[in-house]
T-cell receptor, first 116, second 112 residues
C-alpha cells in the first residue's frame, strides 16, 4: 500500500511569491491534515480537511490556505511568502475521521520550502 | 506557553543502553497522547497512541507510560540501537477543539 506522497520535496522561492504544495493520502483515507515544522517552533497544526471540507484550522494567517479534492488529494497554498515561511511542510492522512480521535496519523516525507 | 514540554532537549547514549524521555503536558481534558519518531529529513512515524485511560503501551523496544494524574508521560527505549538516533515527539490531542499540541521533541543520538 503506497504511503502519503508529497510534492515537491524541495523548493526555493523568493519573498512575495506564492507556492502550492500537494499531498496524496493513503488510498481510502479521507482526512488530510497539514503541519509546519521549524527548528524554533517545532510542529504546528495548519488545517485539516475531511471529504473536501475544512474541519479545523490552526492559528496561522490567511496567507495559508488549502483545499481537498474529491479523490482526497489535498493542496496547500501560501501567498505573499515571507522569510519566516521557510519550513518543512508535512501532511498526514488518517482513515478514521481525522486526528481528533485515536486514529493514527500517517505522515508524508514533507516539502522543504526555502524563502530567499 | 507551550502546553507540551519535553525533556531533555537532547540526549547522547551508548549503543545497547536504555533511556527514558519525558513529556509533561497541561492539556486538559485530553483524548489521547502519542509518541512519534522522526528521522532527520523524514516525516514522523507513530510509535504509540494512548487514550487518557491507558497507563502503558509497548511497540517492540519502545514502551510509553502515561500518568494522567500528574500529567506526565515517558517513552522508554530498551537496548538502544544506532537506528534509534532521531527526534522523538510527544503529541497531546485535546478532547474538544482540534489543535494538536506538539512538544518540541527530544533529539536522541546513539553512539557506537
Amino acid at each position: 500500500k503506497a504511503g502519503v506522497t508529497q510534492t515537491p520535496r524541495y523548493l526555493i522561492k523568493t519573498r512575495g511569491q506564492q507556492v502550492t504544495l500537494s499531498c496524496s493520502p493513503i488510498s481510502g483515507h479521507r482526512s488530510v491534515s497539514w503541519y509546519q515544522q521549524t527548528p524554533g517552533q517545532g510542529l504546528q497544526f495548519l488545517f485539516e480537511y475531511f471529504s473536501e471540507t475544512q474541519r479545523n484550522k490552526g492559528n496561522f494567517p490567511g496567507r495559508f490556505s488549502g483545499r481537498q479534492f474529491s479523490n482526497s488529494r489535498s493542496e496547500m497554498n501560501v501567498s505573499t511568502l515571507e522569510l519566516g515561511d521557510s519550513a518543512l511542510y508535512l501532511c498526514a492522512s488518517s482513515s478514521s475521521g481525522g486526528a481528533t480521535n485515536t486514529g493514527e496519523l500517517f505522515f508524508g516525507e514533507g516539502s522543504r520550502l526555502t524563502v530567499l | 506557553k507551550n502546553q507540551v514540554e519535553q525533556s531533555p532537549q537532547s540526549l547522547i547514549i551508548l549503543e545497547g543502553k536504555n533511556c527514558t524521555l519525558q513529556c509533561n503536558y497541561t492539556v486538559s481534558p485530553f483524548s489521547n497522547l502519542r509518541w512519534y519518531k522522526q528521522d532527520t529529513g523524514r516525516g514522523p512515524v507513530s510509535l504509540t497512541i494512548m487514550t487518557f485511560s491507558e497507563n502503558t503501551k509497548s511497540n517492540g523496544r519502545y514502551t510509553a507510560t502515561l500518568d494522567a494524574d500528574t500529567k506526565q508521560s515517558s517513552l522508554h527505549i530498551t537496548a538502544s540501537q544506532l537506528s534509534d538516533s532521531a527526534s522523538y515527539i510527544c503529541v497531546v490531542t485535546p478532547s474538544s477543539g482540534y489543535a494538536l499540541n506538539f512538544g518540541k521533541g527530544t533529539s536522541l543520538l546513539v553512539t557506537p
